[in-house]
């Protein structure tokens, strides 16, 4: 073959290379830096039928964490380090509450067996060594709206404790679950959670597991029904509207805390995983938990959380994740409803915007 004959296999060889990689590439349904992010489920269904009020979680490979949302539209103040890198995660399939557990079901648990929650019980002295005697009295923590605009860096302004309240007292100790039998049950400590979920014969979801189950199939989207806060207008979940921490104005429907159930579910047929109340999670919580594991394997399997708790806020605290957001949350203060962001809490300490959801493993 003489030097043009070559030449014009080369030319026609790569012209016949770029009309395939054209037409490769113009068939793909997505982009390639999309498909790094793909969330591929598991197939295999469970072999029985779902518990009462559960749905089937079918676990398999996802990018777990968020982008920083300070540049998105209605991505709010707060950078969410703690959220990053994102990383891949495999889990197991598993059953999850289609809802948060109502008052109504923790009621049932409290009526056979008699459980007594953390908030009922009378604080000891060397729990609480600083505090005065006088002040060792039951009770939890609940948000007390503002007459007028305050700083936000002092939660202390907006949060209460007030004597007396307690699950069945979600107000103080006047107040009754009478017309909120269907609301989610707060004033939860963790303990709290997990003597509820082990009579019920279930498990508190793992961070992990949380997070696939809200995302519902969908990656690398702000939220866990897409890309935008309202999609056509139209509020996706139970959170706050106004002047935080000012009484809301409830353009979603609610001012406050609502029923379960009251906004569309995600393609799992789970409620509420945005807003409304925070949600216990099984992991201790520390903000470096992500870039500890993404640093060790290229996907981590059913990862359990890290071994010691740590929040820099609050260092002698030994905290556990939250996740979801409540009806308090909203772009001036805090989008933690956006679902790859992360919440903690003290696990002694119960509010009136955090309750919890369980799930049911098949190991
Ligand atoms: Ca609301």
Redesign the pocket.
């Known amino acids: 073959m003489g030097f043009r004959a070559r030449l014009m296999v080369v030319v026609f060889t790569s012209v016949v290379t770029a009309v395939a990689f054209y037409l490769i590439r113009s068939s793909l349904p997505i982009s390639p830096i999309v498909e790094l992010t793909l969330t591929v489920p598991n197939t295999v269904p469970p072999s029985h039928a779902p518990p009462a009020g559960m749905v089937w979680i079918p676990g398999g490979e996802f990018s777990m964490g968020m982008e920083d949302p300070t540049a998105m539209d209605c991505g709010g103040p707060d950078g969410m380090a703690d959220a990053r890198p994102i990383h891949r995660v495999y889990i197991d399939g598993f059953w999850m509450d289609r809802t948060e557990v109502t008052n109504e079901e923790y009621r049932q648990f409290v009526h056979a067996t008699g459980y007594v929650t953390v908030a009922e019980r009378i604080p000891r002295q060397e729990d609480f060594p600083d505090a005065p005697p006088e002040n060792l009295v039951p009770g939890s923590i609940v948000f007390t709206p503002t007459p007028e605009p305050v700083p936000l860096q002092n939660h202390f302004l907006w949060w209460e404790y007030v004597k007396g309240s307690s699950w069945s007292h979600p107000t103080g100790k006047d107040s009754t679950l009478e017309g909120r039998e269907n609301f989610p049950v707060v004033h939860i400590a963790y303990e709290d959670a997990v003597a509820y979920a082990t009579w019920a014969g279930k498990q508190l979801p793992t961070e992990a597991e949380w997070e696939f189950a809200a995302r519902g199939g969908l990656s690398g989207q702000p939220y866990g029904w897409g890309k935008d806060l309202k999609p056509n207008g139209k509020w996706m979940a ?4 106004g002047q935080f921490p000012m009484r ?1 104005s ?1 353009d ?4 406050g805390i ?1 029923p379960v159930s009251q906004f569309p579910p995600n393609p799992y047929g789970l409620h509420d995983m945005a807003g409304n109340v925070w949600e216990w999670c099984a992991d201790l919580y520390h903000p470096d938990y992500y870039a500890t594991i993404a640093a060790s394997s290229a996907v981590i399997r059913n990862p359990q959380g890290p071994s010691v708790s740590f929040d820099p806020a609050e260092p002698s605290a030994s905290k556990r994740v939250h996740r979801g957001g409540s ?1 308090l949350c909203s772009d001036q203060y805090c989008t933690r409803y956006m679902v790859g962001s992360r919440g903690k809490g003290e696990v002694s300490t119960g509010s009136d915007h955090l309750g919890f959801r369980c799930v049911k493993r098949l190991r």
């Open positions: 139970n959170i706050y509207q809301g409830a979603d429907g609610y001012v609502a009806f």
